[in-house]
Structures are given as C-alpha cells and as structure tokens.
C-alpha cells in the first residue's frame, strides 16, 4: 500500500515538522512513553432510498456533498456521503509540583473515519435501470470504503512522526500551558493537511468513475422501446412491461 500525500500536502506536512523539530531540538526529551496513536473507522452501510423521482433528485438540497453528478439521476442515482473525519488529543504532563521541571507531551492522539451514505435511485426507473443505477452507485460508496482504507495508514504515519518532533520538554520558564497549546495546534495542522489531501483524493475518485464513458454506459445499459403505436404489427410486439 503506498502511502503518500499530493504535493502540496507533502509540502505542508514537512514544514509542520521541520518547526515542530526546530522547537524540540533547543531542549530534551521528555522521559515519557510514546504517544498512542488510534485510528478508528466507523463505515456504516449504505441505505438505499427508492421514494423520489429522478426530477426530485436533481433539485433536491442536501447537507452532505455529492459523490455523484447530478446528470446520472436521470440514468442511475445519486450517492450523498461524505467521509468525516474526528480527532481527540490527550495531552500529559510531569513537574507540576513547584521547583520541578516541567515535561509535556501528547499521550493519545485518536482519529476516527466515518461514512454514512444515501443511495437514492429514482422511482420512476424500471427494474433493469434501478439495478444498474445501484450497481453505479455503489462504486460510489466502495470509493469512500477504499479512501478511508487507504488515509488510516496515512493519518497514523505523520502523527507518529509529528509526535516524535514534538515529544519534547518546554524550555525552562516557558509556560507549560502555552506547550499543551502548540501541542495541540501542530497535531491539528497535521490532521487538517492529511484530511484535505483525503478529500482531493476522493473528489478526483468520484469524478473520475463519473465520466463521459461511464455515462453512455448507463444510458445504453437497460433496452429501450421507441415502436410506434399507431402500427399494428408494432402494438403486437410490443411488451407489457418494459425498464
């Protein structure tokens, strides 16, 4: 599994550290055990909505951003999801007492991926043409399944390292309260660059199984009946029911 973050997360990253380090290198380090990073998921299974029509879902406002184009409501569905992303920082520290010297570092460092998506598919699709938009849809949500796959291993990576860079004594007579407070902003900014290279991540995902390609795909996948009715030979082909 390759765990890599885009340029500019890269770069954003690197300089986290490089300051983070820069701080820690002036002082030593904390005789503390290493921060606990956890990395949770929590993917809950799609619910698949049949009650509106493809016309609803193309004006319909939705809180979640869309995994879907709009355009393939009117052939396959529409995917409302997002991946979310929680954090929770723990931060210890040693020296309270007067006289003592002061250490501080973060002892567990959680984050938590959720997704909890809506399919919908129109009501007035047929049976072949409400499978096959599923089916699209539920690529869809495999794509947030895999995301949140593939950013677990990346979250844990640079934690460790921003952990490491920041598991380091204050300074004599720097505030042990200001050191919690950069603590928590270093291993925030950390979480912030990871979780924006995740969405760019997933927004290219998406847009790239919603192509032209795919599109015609879906508009051609389910038979289509244009006989005319005014034709008796063509009223005595035709079916009772069609998708």
């Known amino acids: 599994m390759s765990v890599a973050l885009g340029k500019s997360g890269v770069f954003a990253f690197?300089?986290?550290?490089?300051?983070?380090?820069?701080?820690?290198?002036?002082?030593?380090?904390?005789?503390?055990?290493?921060?606990?990073?956890?990395?949770?998921?929590?993917?809950?299974?799609?619910h698949i909505d049949y009650s509106k029509r493809a016309t609803q879902l193309e004006t319909m406002k939705f809180r979640d951003p869309l995994a879907s184009d709009r355009s393939f409501t009117r052939v396959a569905g529409l995917t409302v999801a997002a991946v979310t992303v929680d954090s929770e920082i723990r931060i210890a520290s040693t020296g309270t007492?007067?006289?003592?010297?002061?250490?501080?570092?973060?002892?567990?460092?959680?984050?938590?991926?959720?997704?909890?998506?809506?399919?919908?598919?129109?009501?007035?699709?047929?049976?072949?043409?409400?499978?096959?938009?599923?089916g699209?849809?539920?690529?869809?949500?495999?794509?947030?399944?895999?995301?949140?796959?593939?950013?677990?291993?990346?979250?844990?990576?640079?934690?460790?390292?921003?952990?490491?860079?920041?598991?380091?004594?204050?300074?004599?007579?720097?505030?042990?309260?200001?050191?919690?407070?950069?603590?928590?902003?270093?291993?925030?900014?950390?979480?912030?660059?990871?979780s924006d290279s995740l969405n760019d991540d997933r927004s290219l995902r998406h847009r790239q199984l919603d192509s032209p390609q795919e599109y015609q795909r879906l508009s051609v996948a389910c038979p289509q009946v244009t006989l005319n009715p005014n034709a008796s030979a063509a009223r005595a082909r035709t079916p009772t029911t069609t998708d």
């Open 14 to 46: 690197a300089a986290l550290v490089l300051a983070a380090g820069g701080a820690a290198a002036k002082t030593s380090a904390c005789p503390a055990e290493r921060t606990e990073i956890r990395i949770s998921k929590d993917i809950v299974e799609p």
């Open 97 to 134: 007492a007067a006289g003592e010297p002061a250490c501080v570092w973060p002892s567990v460092v959680t984050v938590t991926l959720s997704t909890a998506p809506t399919v919908y598919v129109g009501a007035d699709h047929g049976q072949c043409s409400r499978e096959v938009g599923v």
């Open 136 to 194: 699209h849809e539920m690529e869809h949500v495999a794509i947030d399944k895999n995301v949140i796959n593939m950013y677990g291993p990346i979250f844990r990576l640079h934690l460790v390292a921003m952990a490491d860079a920041m598991n380091a004594s204050p300074e004599p007579g720097l505030d042990p309260a200001a050191w919690r407070a950069r603590i928590e902003e270093k291993m925030n900014a950390v979480i912030a660059v990871v």
